[in-house]
């Protein structure tokens, strides 16, 4: 299998996801239906993408996913930090109500308990 | 100490919140001096894998175990809800584990928070004390009070010292997101944004062997540095 055929069958598979995966954000959603149009583009004839990257400013199809790929790594970045800090909030919430849980039955027992 | 002057009856709507984390060499000592004045004394212990939780089950104090080590203002946190939801308590006093403060400070600050119209007291080693601090943690805490101050708008000598009081009228409007040592910046951008009322008193630190290790590091100065910028991008 040529490198050309494999790339062009991932970035088939990855339209089709990016059609049929429900996204909680509809930019999520239209970033990879973009980035997947615009990888299988450039299998197909990279000379397209040279044309779209000049239409937008840049000299190069190469340069343009760079900057492409730069900025995804970015997003992806925030956006990881964003789910552990409310990854990180939710165990926070859920210790605290266990160690107050844990502390009321205790002190229920002692309640209980005969001197 | 002063226990025989003293009328600690009048503490029994007082709390005092203990944060630990593995403090087992301390902890014993630390609330035997407390409990001289002290009726309400709460540690948290904030999942520590020493021998604390055992030590602690044999102290007369209530005991809040975090099952995991979430950080310093999570185990905060967690105390603050846990008192607030005492019906008779009117003041918090937040005492770290470490044996760094005097407990004759704590008193003090237990005194005024009954008398004081204001919300919160927050200690400072600036007032008095400057001389006791190392010269290095000095410049970092002078440092982070001055970009806090411009940052929050506050007039503070000493933003990060782990003595302060709270009336609980004030604790029911604080609700701490950060759960690691960056909780005091954000404590002190709610005093500010809720416009509550404060005032500061002295407070001497007893910087032993034991608490220089285990206090805060550089790493740590660079979490509140960080949490500062964030505060001041997010206002």
């Known amino acids: 299998m040529t490198p050309d055929l494999t790339f062009g069958i991932l970035f088939i598979f990855l339209l089709l ?3 049929v995966r429900p996204f909680q954000s509809i930019f999520s959603k239209m970033f990879l239906i973009f980035g997947s149009c615009l990888g299988l583009l450039s299998v197909i004839n990279i000379e397209v993408v040279d044309e779209i990257s000049r239409s937008l400013g840049v000299e190069r199809g190469a340069d343009l996913y760079l900057y492409l ?9 925030l956006f990881l930090l964003n789910r552990f800090s409310s990854l990180e909030s ?7 109500h266990i160690a107050l849980k844990d502390l009321e039955r205790e002190s229920a027992k002692k309640e209980v308990k005969p001197d | 100490m002063f226990s025989e002057e003293i009328d600690t009856s009048k503490f029994e ?14 902890i014993n000592e630390t609330i035997s001096e407390l409990s001289k004045y002290f009726q309400n ?19 007369n104090v209530t005991v809040l175990q975090h099952p ?19 019906d008779n308590s009117k003041a918090v006093i937040t005492f770290d584990a470490d044996g760094q403060h005097s407990v004759n400070d704590a008193v003090t600050f237990a005194n005024e928070i009954l008398s004081s119209s204001e919300d919160i007291i927050f200690g400072s080693r600036f007032i008095h004390h400057e001389k006791n601090i190392p010269f290095i943690k000095r410049l970092v805490l002078k440092i982070v009070t001055k970009i806090s101050n411009v940052i929050l708008k506050m007039n503070l000598s000493d933003t990060h010292n782990g003595l302060k009081a709270f009336k609980i009228d004030a604790l029911d409007k ?11 910046s954000e404590l002190l951008a709610k005093v500010s944004k809720l416009g509550l009322s404060y005032r500061e008193l002295p407070s001497d630190i007893i910087y032993t062997e034991y608490s220089t290790t285990k206090g805060q590091s550089l790493r740590n100065g660079m979490r509140i540095l960080e949490s500062l910028v964030v505060l001041f991008f997010s206002r």
Do not use: H, M
């Open chain 2, 13 to 26: 709507q007082i709390w005092i919140l203990v944060p630990c984390f593995n403090e087992s060499k301390v």
């Open chain 1, 90 to 96: 939710k165990i926070n919430k859920l210790s605290r």
């Open chain 2, 41 to 59: 004394i709460l540690v948290v212990d904030d999942g520590s894998t020493d021998n604390t939780s055992n030590l602690l089950k044999s102290l």
């Open chain 1, 69 to 77: 790929g730069l900025i995804t790594s970015f997003l992806f970045f």
């Open chain 2, 174 to 184: 604080i609700k701490l997101k950060t759960s690691n040592y960056a909780f005091e």
């Open chain 2, 68 to 86: 995991i080590n979430l950080g310093q203002g999570a185990a905060v946190s967690s105390g603050f809800e846990f008192i607030s939801r005492i």
């Open chain 1, 17 to 19: 996801y990016s059609l």
